[in-house]
């Protein structure tokens, strides 16, 4: 099993700013993905976070928006950028191997006044 | 792609009844896998399906995988509060390598 802690759980921003999001994996991990999930609702994939290389992001997310790193196979961050309120959900990070259980940090609750 | 869909959305119980939440695929699926997200907290893994009609169980869970590989089930009997809670499904990715989750099941246990 893996541990993953994530920060900040929660903050609050003004529009336009930005939030850098981090997950540590207490262990090697071979994916690392990005969710937001509205409360009530289902997860929503943001991007897999590839080690060493860029993001690959699913329809409606890009990199200028959600800058993605990932610098080893333990460690990774979100950035959302030039915040609006519509940005204002939670953030998720997941990490696992391939076709195995995902692991979950305690997510990122994000409000945009 | 490959849709897996969950039902019923919500699901009110009172403490003791049973709770059933089924996801069901078009296409066939190598697994499938149940998570449990707590009201505030994030999905927690609770199993793994992979054979053809396969059953396992934990407690008061039990949670099946059909024939067809198709569909799959969770069952709780004699629901407990602490059951409460939103329990997703999550087939293999369509692409690349992350989960597909089902829209999940919200269980409200009322004592």
């Known amino acids: 099993s893996a541990v993953i802690s994530q920060k900040p759980s929660r903050d609050i921003c003004q529009r336009g700013t930005s939030l850098t999001i981090q997950c540590q994996v207490d262990s090697q991990v071979t994916m690392m993905f990005w969710y937001r999930q509205q409360p009530g609702q289902s997860l929503t994939l943001i991007a897999t976070?590839?080690?060493?290389?860029?993001?690959?992001?699913e329809s409606g997310f890009v990199i200028d928006k959600f800058p993605i790193s990932r610098p080893n196979l333990t460690f990774s961050t979100l950035t959302v950028s030039n915040m609006s309120p519509e940005d204002s959900s939670i953030y998720l990070c997941?990490?696992?191997?391939?076709?195995?259980?995902?692991?979950f940090g305690q997510g990122t609750r994000l409000t945009v006044v | 792609g490959q849709q897996v869909m969950q039902i019923p959305q919500y699901q009110h119980v009172q403490e003791g009844e049973d709770f059933t939440t089924y996801c069901n695929s078009s296409?066939?699926?190598?697994?499938i896998q149940w998570y449990k997200q707590r009201p505030g907290g994030h999905p927690v893994f609770l199993i793994q399906?992979?054979?053809?009609?396969e059953v396992k169980k934990q407690k008061r869970l039990t949670f099946q995988f059909g024939e067809a590989k198709k569909n799959s089930s969770l069952h709780i009997t004699a629901t407990q509060t602490t059951d409460v809670g939103t329990y997703f499904c999550?087939?293999?990715?369509?692409?690349?390598?992350?989960?597909?989750f089902g829209k999940g099941t919200s269980l409200l246990v009322t004592p």
């Open positions: 997941s990490g696992g191997q391939v076709n195995t259980e995902a692991f």
């Open positions: 296409t066939t699926l190598s697994n």
């Open positions: 976070a590839n080690q060493g290389s860029e993001a690959t992001y």
């Open positions: 399906l992979v054979k053809s009609g």
């Open positions: 999550a087939g293999p990715p369509n692409s690349g390598y992350a989960l597909n």
